[in-house]
Nanobody, 123 residues
Framework: QVQLVESGGGSVQAGGSLRLSCAASGSMFSINVMNWYRQAPGKQRELVAAINRAGSTNYADSVKGRFTISRDNARNTVYLQVNSLKAEDTAVYYC?????????????????WGQGTQVTVSS
């Protein structure tokens, strides 16, 4: 079973910065894609940023130029540096990791979610 532990959320003023972290643990064979989603009150969960094993990234238009996703493959950790925060960035941020586990010689995919970390931006 793969577990994700997130940290780094908090309350900041508009224009501020935070660094979110998400560490994956468990018997993973490989990690393919690591994503950050967010969900604001009354809104659907949306994909904010994604990074694959090769380091290629994708961002939602609303965060391009302000957020940076990175990963440390040796530590099975993904980061989200969030800069120039706006009130509309207020949400619970979730880490999502997709990869492969191996057990008894059998490979199967996994798709795990973190517990979420609150980011609150005051204007």
């Amino acid at each position: 079973q793969v577990q994700l532990v997130e940290s780094g959320g908090g309350s900041v003023q508009a224009g501020g910065s935070l660094r979110l972290s998400c560490a994956a643990s468990g018997s993973m064979f490989s990690i393919n894609v690591m994503n950050w989603y967010r969900q604001a009150p009354g809104k659907q969960r949306e994909l904010v940023a994604a990074i694959n094993r090769a380091g290629s990234t994708n961002y939602a238009d609303s965060v391009k130029g302000r957020f940076t996703i990175s990963r440390d493959n040796a530590r099975n950790t993904v980061y989200l540096q969030v800069n120039s925060l706006k009130a509309e960035d207020t949400a619970v941020y979730y880490c999502n990791v997709i990869g492969t586990v191996q057990a008894m010689g059998v490979f199967r995919s996994f798709d795990s979610w973190g517990q979420g970390t609150q980011v609150t931006v005051s204007s």
